[in-house]
């Protein structure tokens, strides 16, 4: 399964989180698609609406688990998906910044 490291990725890369909304509720990165991976079936149009087609789709949840499933699927359907390895816990413990939906600063639970 392709997967790339939390440091590899760049300010603008497209990011999908997978967690579910307590989670993202609680702390996200900015600008990141949230489909929770118990809605991703009915809601899988979104994602292809908003997905680059120059570049890979970034999956995250909290520690990678749900995200290599997500991205196995996606590369079954024929995208170009990578894991994120460590999920938002290595992206919050590399001072990466995390919000709430209101802006100010969040957490990841």
Not at 12 to 38: K, Y
Not at 73 to 81: F, H, K, M, P, T
């Amino acid at each position: 399964m392709p997967t790339v490291e939390v440091a590899d990725l760049k300010d603008g890369d497209f990011l999908l989180d997978v967690r579910e909304d307590d989670e993202w509720q609680a702390g996200h990165a900015a600008g990141a698609l949230h489909i929770p991976m118990s809605d991703f079936m009915a809601r899988y149009g979104d994602l292809t609406e908003a997905a680059p087609q120059d570049a890979p789709v970034n999956v995250i949840c909290r520690s990678g688990g749900r995200s290599a499933q997500v991205t196995a699927y996606l590369v079954q359907q024929g995208i170009d998906a990578v894991n994120v390895i460590g999920g938002m816990q290595v992206w919050e413990a590399a001072g990466r910044p995390v919000i709430r939906p209101s802006g100010d600063p969040g957490t990841v639970v």
